[in-house]
């Protein structure tokens, strides 16, 4: 069984469409197949993002970036959505939800 947040393919306009219908809230996400990729279309100011996702050598990129010590997409998405909670829970989406890509 997929996980909740995993999402067939679609086109980024169609992603962005189902993001916009669901009446999301900051910091909400799903992931899409993107070819051998993933697509993190992430609402983030009431707007939805997308960002590529890749693994490469047991490294997860997020925008062609190392994305921290996660090594499945499950782990980072985990941690998506763990970032999210917290963000609610103190009322400050934008520095947390978003956490996922910031990545230095």
Request: charged content about 20%.
């Amino acid at each position: 069984m997929a996980p909740n947040w995993l999402y067939g393919e679609m086109t980024r306009p169609e992603s962005e469409e189902l993001m916009m219908a669901q009446g999301q809230a900051d910091g909400d996400f799903f992931v899409r197949p993107r070819g051998d990729d993933y697509v993190l279309v992430l609402l983030f100011k009431g707007k939805p993002t997308s960002h590529l996702m890749s693994e490469q050598g047991g490294t997860w990129l997020i925008n062609k970036r190392k994305y921290g010590p996660a090594s499945s997409m499950e782990e980072v998405c985990q941690h998506q959505r763990y970032s999210h909670m917290i963000a609610t829970r103190n009322l400050s989406v934008i520095n947390n939800a978003v956490q996922v890509i910031l990545v230095a």
